[in-house]
């Protein structure tokens, strides 16, 4: 659409507007706008990080694993790509791949599982001794 005022909105305007939507909790508005933030320049890890916290809000899985798998292309180092992949794969129950995610992310390798049945449950990796 030319003349379209969607048009002249940046990619920055869009994550702003994206971030807005976030706190107001309106989540699938929220990744919509961080989509086109990402369209308008996908070279960003952030664009695909913030997409991604807003698929793990609405317990889309597999979009926010697609997401992360990306800002770690953008951004091998990341720490929030790697914080929220590990947040999907113990949402997936996928413990170790949380656990190897996590531990790449410095987030150590104690994790605790908070949840309708569970009182903390913690976890580490198989190959290492529980930590205290």
């Given amino acids: 659409m030319a003349g379209s005022p969607e048009k002249s909105v940046s990619a ?3 994550k ?3 971030n807005r939507l976030f706190l107001s909790r309106k989540y699938q508005e ?3 706008c961080y989509s086109k933030a990402i369209k308008r320049n996908p070279s960003v890890s952030v664009y695909y990080t913030n997409r991604a916290l807003c698929h793990v809000k609405l317990q889309q899985h597999d979009k ?3 997401d992360c798998k990306q800002a770690l292309e953008l951004d091998p180092q990341s720490v929030k790509a790697l914080f929220f992949l590990g947040q999907c794969h113990l949402e997936m129950e ?5 656990i190897g995610n996590l531990q790449r992310g410095g987030l150590g390798t104690k994790v605790a599982i908070k949840g309708p049945d569970t009182e903390g449950v913690h976890l580490t990796s198989r190959n ?5």
Avoid: F, M
């Fill in 16 to 18: 702003e507007q994206g």
């Fill in 12 to 14: 920055q305007e869009w």
């Fill in 94 to 98: 996928n413990y170790d791949e949380a």
């Fill in 128 to 132: 290492r001794p529980p930590i205290p």
């Fill in 30 to 32: 929220s990744a919509a």
């Fill in 64 to 66: 926010a694993l697609a």
